[in-house]
């Protein structure tokens, strides 16, 4: 997890999709419509305005430049499909001011809806990492009657040209925060570094940081700081002060109250608890913050759920 803000590498068909097991995935966003098929475990999706619990089978969409937060009590598995409006461009441009208002979809209260979604997503995943001949086109065929059955079905509202902009320019100082976050986190870190370095209000920026993570910057940094620590937990032999330090504790009792804020225990509970998992609990939560499986490793997980 280097940058919170995804710059997504397409094929040249402007879409891509992966499988990721996910334990937790801090506040971020990216330019693309991203749809989610749940495969297996249960997640919470945190978005501006909202917070959701989703499980096996269930189905969230993510709108471009929308900020959201993931979070597993254990990895989770995602089949993702990332598609930049580009993708439309030729022949339904209008797509990049359509902003979804349904984003989250249930199996157990939108079975159609959710059977539908589930059925072009799987079969364009099969068709995406076998790579067979011929197989960017019926992706690309795929990818259109997945969005046209979304369109024809969801609601959606359309967004002005000065929203999207604005969006887009959001997006920006948004990547450059979280980068700079990413970069630093280990280290003092004040808000009014990074307002200086903006060139922006502290007060305003304040405000923004609230506006588009909903959260404080203080508590965004808590949860950078409190995921790397808990990989120095189970990765290494590290002592609990030296952890501390390193992930820009200032204050071992600071690292102790933030950590069992994050996850229900102190770091040393947590790391004690870990040794006594049978071995297969172990390597899931040995996972970082997310893992993405080789086409490979994609063919034969699908096979083990779908066959």
């Known amino acids: 997890m280097r940058e919170e803000y995804e710059v ?98 249930c199996s157990a ?31 690309a065929s795929l990818v259109n009657q997945l969005f046209f059955y979304i369109l024809r079905h969801l609601p959606f509202h359309e967004i002005s040209d000065k929203e999207r902009i604005s969006s887009k320019t959001r997006g920006k100082r948004m990547q450059n925060i979280t980068q700079y976050i990413d970069e630093h986190y280990s280290e003092k870190l004040l808000l009014s570094d990074i307002a200086e370095r903006e060139d922006m209000d502290l007060y305003y920026l304040s405000h923004f940081f609230k506006d588009n993570f909903g959260m404080s910057f203080q508590n965004y940094l808590l949860k950078i700081r409190c995921e790397r ?28 109250k933030g950590f069992q804020q994050q996850y229900g225990y102190t770091p040393k509970e947590y790391r004690k608890n870990f040794k006594k998992e049978d071995f297969p609990i172990q390597q899931n939560h040995l996972l970082s913050t997310q893992e993405f ?15």
Request: glycine share 2%; charged share 20%.
């Open 8 to 105: 997504i590498s397409h094929n040249n068909a402007n879409f891509h999709l992966f499988l990721v097991k996910i334990f937790y995935r801090s506040p971020h966003i990216h330019r693309d419509y991203e749809i989610c098929l749940i495969m297996d475990g249960e997640v919470c999706l945190i978005t501006q305005d909202k917070s959701v619990s989703l499980q096996k089978n269930d189905i969230f969409i993510i709108n471009p430049f929308e900020s959201h937060e993931i979070k597993a009590g254990s990895p989770a598995l995602i089949l993702s499909l990332q598609v930049s409006p580009s993708f439309f461009a030729a022949f339904y441009p209008q797509i990049k001011y359509i902003y979804l208002d349904r984003t989250h979809l």
């Open 109 to 139: 209260d939108s079975p159609s809806e959710c059977r539908y979604i589930h059925n072009y997503v799987i079969e364009l995943a099969y068709s995406f990492f076998k790579r067979e001949p011929l197989y960017e086109l019926k992706c």
């Open 293 to 307: 499986l080789s086409n490979s490793s994609s063919l034969i997980t699908l096979d083990r759920y779908y066959t």
């Open 229 to 256: 620590a808990r990989r120095l937990l189970l990765l290494t032999d590290y002592s609990l002060l030296d952890i501390s330090v390193s992930c820009g504790f200032s204050d071992p009792k600071y690292f102790n």
